[in-house]
């Protein structure tokens, strides 16, 4: 029996696809760099109207390094954001993840350095 993909979308909620996106993105960074010490993190910072969700590495002794944005969620409708700065969202949606086939590439493509945010022509 084929797996079905709409049913389970169905049942994810916004918390829920972002989790997603996250562990992908996060599988694929600790894949690519399997000896690196330090570990890496994507940590959610709520706004008023944008989730901004930001990428740190951790060395074993808790420092971080390399923080910045990772991207921007608008919480209101799903749409997700490539950052123009610390602060503000770039113009263009990037995903929708609302809709299943954006959400299922958005979760295929997130990577840890931010190029599944580009557009691509």
């Known amino acids: 029996m084929p797996f ?3 049913a389970e979308f ?3 909620t916004l918390d829920n696809k972002i ?3 996250i562990d992908s993105a996060l599988r694929k960074i600790r894949k690519q760099y399997p000896l690196r010490s330090g570990k ?3 940590e959610r910072r709520p706004g008023k109207k944008y989730l901004k969700l930001m990428c740190a590495e951790i060395q074993e002794d808790g420092e ?3 923080t910045e944005v ?4 608008d919480t209101a409708t799903g749409h997700v954001y490539k950052p123009a ?3 503000a969202p770039a113009k263009h949606v990037r995903y929708d993840l609302n809709q299943p086939e954006s ?3 958005a979760a295929r493509m997130a990577d840890w350095f931010g190029s599944w945010l580009y557009i691509k022509h």
């Open 103 to 105: 959400f299922y590439a």
């Open 40 to 42: 890496y993190c994507i």
């Open 70 to 73: 990772w991207c921007f969620i």
């Open 10 to 12: 169905k049942q994810l």
């Open 64 to 66: 971080r390094l390399h």
């Open 19 to 21: 989790d997603v996106i």
């Open 4 to 6: 079905d993909y709409e």
């Open 85 to 87: 700065s610390y602060k």
